[in-house]
């Protein structure tokens, strides 16, 4: 199975430079010493769209054939991805069709909107989505752009932990939340290729990358319930090579755990972030032993948040 | 009456720049789409302690004999001002005797208290603070460090506005908070050396600096009632002085417009603003016209909310 090289994500990161967000790299002196480590919070939740899907999604944009990118792109989703394929599609001045299940909260389907995105709505179910999607493609000849099952994503979302390492060199490790794998693949790359420990996030509600990781073998998602929405779907076989063959360690966190990183980070970093992205933190605060005075990088995926329906 | 010059307030810049954070000047592309101005935000959300008062009471302490300085500092506050003299003063290593209502919010205690300052809390009327902190003072030699009424806390104040416009130049207009005035004085002494509009953002519930400036008279803030408790004050001889000399226009906004404001804010920036803070913005979404194609900058002051008491 063909993967990307750290060299494939450096030329990525140069092709979607001028139209993804640079995002700053934060840290709270609180935060250190509530931890005894260093902390530096790459902040992809002030990325277009509030989050790091923009960067993936951009780049299968771009790559697509000029005959192809004329037709249109498609995708099923109802999170991150689906906005940030619809942003990318307008700016590159195609269509994006987009198929989301019609119970989606309206925040979520607004976002979409929002982008001018064709939205097409289908039961709540993952064959439903797959056939609504499929009739669309070939009526339309869209690409579909799978949201982490994709090599030029995987590329795209790599970029984040490059800038990260670029801004911040010398770091010990770098964690990013698991969820389909294609952000802790495109991190993971980079890390091992500059010899970084590489630890990932994971909800113990949806903990089929821990298990996959210890049995060596795929384990799908089941009935995930977890507050971290970003964080439901299952690894594919490309994320799961290229995870096993890289991420050092998978470490799941709870419910309550998640929710009160983020509270933290909302109260002392005065920054919003989603619950997805709150595992990161999570991770550290519940095993402090293993991070103190390392310089540890943390992905802070997006912001995406609804702000009717908070934990606290 | 001896006021503040935009001299003395780039002196204390020099003075206090290296105990605040430089706080970072964020702008919003979705923000200038729907205003159709140029939206510059200077985020003191991100200051020391989450709020621009850190400033003020940094050059309050660093501005003290030694003498002085050795003995304590003081105040009566149940807001950010107590916060930022605490850890002010504990950074110089000297002690800070808080008087707070003892109806305050467990949060706003728990902040003073991290701090390590001396509180002592009293019956929740102006007077009971007065009195009990006369005692303090006579009892421990500690100077009382005014949130507003103080020439060195307005200069301190006024270096937000410096940092913006050294990062921003050519501005056409400003907008900061009104409350007591430390922070309009300040930013307004800068805007106008500067000739840069300088705007006043107050809730319609608590217009005391609005008709104070319409009549020409200090009117003081009779039972104010708004979501935006950074606000309630009323203004001093000083910075009533100050606003009147400097202040081009002071505009009100109605609380759904400041929650509104707040909310898009939070959604869409990613950020955490306290309501005062949302003021500013609030003042260009109800008066678009005003601001169209303008460079606004906008004081963001503070981040401290109450996440278990959100307006939404």
């Known amino acids: 199975m063909k993967t990307p090289t750290a060299t494939d994500i450096y030329k990525v990161h140069k092709r979607i430079k ?6 700053p790299v934060l840290t709270s002196s609180y935060l250190n010493q509530l931890t005894g480590a260093k902390l530096y919070f790459k902040a992809e939740n002030f990325q277009k ?6 960067r993936g999604a951009t780049n299968a944009v771009l790559s697509l054939s000029k005959t192809d990118l004329k037709k249109a792109v498609a995708t099923h989703s109802s999170g991150n991805h689906a906005a940030a394929l619809a942003l990318a599609a307008k700016k590159a001045g195609t269509k994006a069709y987009i198929v989301m299940p019609n119970n989606a909260p309206p925040i979520k389907k607004n976002a979409v909107a929002d982008y001018d995105a064709i939205i097409t709505f289908c039961e709540p179910t993952l064959e ?8 669309i493609i070939e009526k339309t000849g869209a690409t579909f752009i799978h949201p982490y099952d994709n090599i030029d994503v995987i590329k795209g979302q790599g970029t984040a932990c490059l800038e990260l390492i ?3 060199p010398n770091l010990d490790i770098i964690i990013a939340p698991v969820g389909g794998g294609g952000l802790l693949s495109g991190t993971s790359i ?4 500059n010899s970084i420990k590489i630890i990932a996030a994971e909800p113990k509600n949806a903990n089929d990358a821990y298990l996959s990781l210890k049995t060596n073998k795929l384990v799908p998602s089941i009935n995930p319930n977890t507050i971290a929405d970003g964080l439901l779907t299952s690894l594919s076989n490309l994320t799961f090579t290229i995870i096993k063959n890289n991420v050092d360690e998978i470490i799941t966190v709870t419910e309550q ?3 009160d990183a983020m509270r933290l980070v909302w109260e002392r970093m005065k920054i919003i972030i989603e619950p997805s992205s709150a595992t990161v933190l999570a991770v550290v605060l519940a095993n402090k032993e293993q991070f103190v005075t390392k310089k540890v990088g943390l992905i802070i995926s997006g912001g995406n ?3 009717n329906n908070l934990p606290f």
Chains 1, 2 share one sequence.
Do not use: C, S, W
């Open 18 to 23: 001028p139209f993804i967000n640079k995002t």
């Open 166 to 168: 670029n801004e911040i």
């Open 257 to 259: 755990q998640i929710i």
């Open 128 to 135: 439903a989505r797959e056939t609504t999607l499929q009739k």
């Open 49 to 54: 769209v509030g989050a790091f899907k923009y």
């Open 305 to 307: 948040v609804d702000l």
């Open 190 to 193: 980079i890390a091992k290729a």
